[in-house]
C-alpha cells in the first residue's frame, strides 16, 4: 500500500487504481497548503512551549496561540479532507463484468461513511484491477505483507498472510469481484 521507494508505480507490479495523486493539480495545491499548516502549527506549539516558562502577559499569549492551534489544525483536517476527496474522485475501479471506471466512492459498500485513507491501496485490489484491465480471470488471491515492522506503520509482520482489511478493501471487493460467479 502506499509508496515503494519514494514511487507510486514500479515497473513489474500492478499499478495504483487511479492516477498517481502528485498529476492532480488540485491534490497539489491542497497538499502543500496542509504542509504550511503543519509549519504553522508546530511554530505556534513551540512558542506555547516556550511562553509557558515567562510570566503572566506570556501566559495570555500562550491561550491566544492554544486557540490559534486548534484553529489551524480544524482546517488542516478540512483541506486534507479534500485532499483525500480529490484522489478519492480519480480513483476509478473496474470488475470482470465489464462495468469500468466506476469511481470507488460510489462502490464503497460502508454506507454514507467516509472511505477511509489506503483504500484500494492494497495488493489485492491493485491485482484484481489489473487481472480486469488485462482480460485475466485470476482464481485465487493471498495478500503477503513486505515491509518494516511494528512501530506506528503497522503491526503486521513481514512475510506473513493476511486477510483484506474489513473497513477498507474489503469494502470494495465484491463489486471488483463481480462477473467471477465461476470462481
Not at 476509478?92 to 491501496?121: A, E, H, Q, S
Request: with cysteine; charged share 25%; net charge positive.
Amino acid at each position: 500500500a502506499g509508496k515503494l521507494g519514494g514511487k507510486w508505480n514500479l515497473p513489474g507490479w500492478s499499478p495504483i487504481i487511479g492516477q498517481v495523486p502528485e498529476s492532480l493539480p488540485v491534490f497539489c495545491r491542497l497538499r502543500d497548503d496542509v504542509t504550511k499548516l503543519f509549519d504553522e502549527i508546530d511554530a505556534s506549539n513551540k512558542l506555547n512551549v516556550s511562553s509557558s516558562k515567562e510570566g503572566s502577559s506570556l501566559k495570555k499569549q500562550r491561550g491566544t496561540n492554544e486557540g490559534k492551534v486548534k484553529h489551524l489544525t480544524k482546517k488542516r483536517a478540512r483541506l486534507a479532507t479534500l485532499a483525500l476527496d480529490e484522489v478519492r474522485r480519480h480513483q476509478l475501479v473496474t470488475n470482470f463484468r465489464g462495468d469500468y471506471f466506476r469511481p470507488l466512492i460510489n462502490i464503497y459498500t460502508r454506507g454514507p461513511t467516509k472511505v477511509p485513507g489506503g483504500t484500494g491501496d492494497c495488493a489485492a485490489p491493485k491485482l484484481l484491477a489489473e487481472a480486469a484491465r488485462l482480460g485475466l480471470r485470476p482464481t485465487g488471491i493471498a495478500e503477503i505483507f513486505v515491509g518494516a515492522t511494528g512501530g506506528m506503520s503497522t503491526g503486521k509482520g513481514d512475510g506473513e498472510l493476511y486477510d483484506a482489511c474489513k473497513d477498507r478493501c474489503e469494502q470494495i471487493a465484491g463489486f471488483m469481484l463481480c462477473g467471477l460467479d465461476d470462481v
